[in-house]
């Protein structure tokens, strides 16, 4: 299932709008038009009972809940506003140049080898450094990064294999991220410090703060590494569409909002309904959880024309691989930046991409990763 869930996203379309996993007692929606409906909601579906399996109405959450991802207005408000001014487009205007040549000198030294593996040496090594020095965090320790988010995505449940595996060291990787929060280690130049510099303006509290620096650490590496790796494969595994790129550089966000779109790097997110309700006619019952496959829904035939394909051509916006509606991703300029700024590099030096051996996947219970993608480039 981890390995290929579309087999079942299909089922999950075809067998109805509304499917009940009875294993787990939640409703599942897998076409586009309930999927985009829900997440629009935030009235009758909430956010703050949690968006993993997990409903903390019942159950104590494992950390003390994101001020963003798992709260609902009123109180998601002003959170959501300061990071929205942090990491709108105005403000990573200014980081534009600098990580472009960043991204020229990685793939300078990269793509010299030939023959690599793009997840380490691109897809995790790029966001690696520029993000965390973007923040602001100290350089020691950044190795937690992606262990704590890897827990983080399987801790949205189930209670399985993977989550019980993470639970170890998350105490550990918890404290790490915890202590990245503070005022006294943050650079104050970074994203940290300008998120307490709008508590100093009233704009959030000073208690509010570390957890919205914590949003940050959370939600901004694991997902751009994966989402980066989505359009890597895409191109490794479509020669014509990289040709395209390269022939019409300018694509490349729209290829990277492609790659969002075909391989949903989110797979998986929940809502909880705030009082009886019902989807496309199904009652659903105040306190019902309900999972959302935005991978499922980004494949909807009903709503994309060939869904399956990977293809520069099309309009991928309106997909929910960033979400929709108030909760919509608030880092996905800084995502489709990085990405962009990748894959310029790449373009401009690189002639042919293509698999140099089986890639392999990373099995997370919400993310669609890969463990390495061994890539041989040719290069102009
Ligand atoms: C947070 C949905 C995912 C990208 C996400 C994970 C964590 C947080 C937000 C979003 O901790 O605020």
């Not at 869930?5 to 939640?26: C, I, K, M, N, Y």
């Not at 409906?37 to 993993?52: D, E, I, K, T």
């Not at 793509?111 to 897809?123: G, K």
């Not at 209670?159 to 019980?164: A, G, Q």
Request: proline share 6%.
């Amino acid at each position: 299932m981890l390995e290929d869930p579309l087999p079942f996203q299909g089922q999950l379309r075809e067998t109805g709008p509304v499917v009940r996993l009875s294993a787990h007692d939640v409703y599942a929606l897998g076409r586009y038009e309930q999927v985009h409906a829900v997440l629009r909601n935030w009235q009758s579906f909430q956010s703050a009972a949690g968006v993993g399996l997990s409903n903390f109405r019942y159950e104590k959450p494992w950390r003390p809940p994101s001020l963003l991802l798992e709260a609902d207005p009123p109180h998601h408000d002003a959170p959501r506003a300061v990071l929205e001014k942090v990491l709108g487009p105005r403000a990573l205007r200014k980081l534009h140049g600098a990580w472009f040549a960043d991204a020229e000198n990685l793939v300078e030294a990269v793509v010299a080898q030939r023959e690599f593996d793009a997840i380490t040496q691109l897809a995790q090594a790029f966001p690696l450094r520029v993000f965390p020095d973007t923040v602001g965090i100290p350089k020691s320790g950044r190795e937690n990064l992606l262990p704590y988010g890897d827990h983080l995505f399987n801790a949205f449940g189930p209670r399985n294999d993977l989550f019980t595996r993470g639970d170890a060291s998350i105490g550990e990787l918890s404290a790490w991220v915890n202590a990245q929060c503070a005022r006294e280690v943050l650079d104050e130049n970074g994203f940290g410090a300008a998120i307490w510099a709008a508590a100093d303006r009233g704009d959030i509290t000073y208690e509010q703060a570390p957890l919205v620096v914590r949003s940050l650490l959370s939600a901004g590496v694991d997902t751009t590494v994966h989402g980066i790796a989505a359009v890597l494969y895409a191109f490794a595994t479509h020669p014509e569409q990289w040709s395209r790129l390269r022939a019409a550089p300018h694509l490349a966000r729209v290829a990277f909002d492609e790659a969002v779109r075909w391989e949903s790097p989110v797979q998986t997110f929940f809502r909880t309904a705030t009082r009886d309700t019902e989807v496309a006619g199904v009652p659903v019952r105040e306190g019902e959880k309900v999972l959302m496959f935005l991978g499922a829904a980004n494949r909807d035939p009903r709503r994309w024309h060939d869904a399956d394909v990977f293809d520069l051509d099309r309009d991928p916006s309106g997909h929910v691989g960033f979400g929709m509606g108030l909760h919509q991703c608030v880092g996905q300029h800084v995502a489709r930046l990085e990405a962009s700024a990748l894959l310029s590099a790449l373009a401009k030096r690189v002639e042919r991409i293509e698999l140099a051996g089986p890639a392999k996947r990373h099995h997370n219970n919400t993310l669609r990763a890969w463990e390495s993608l061994p890539i041989r480039v040719r290069l102009v």
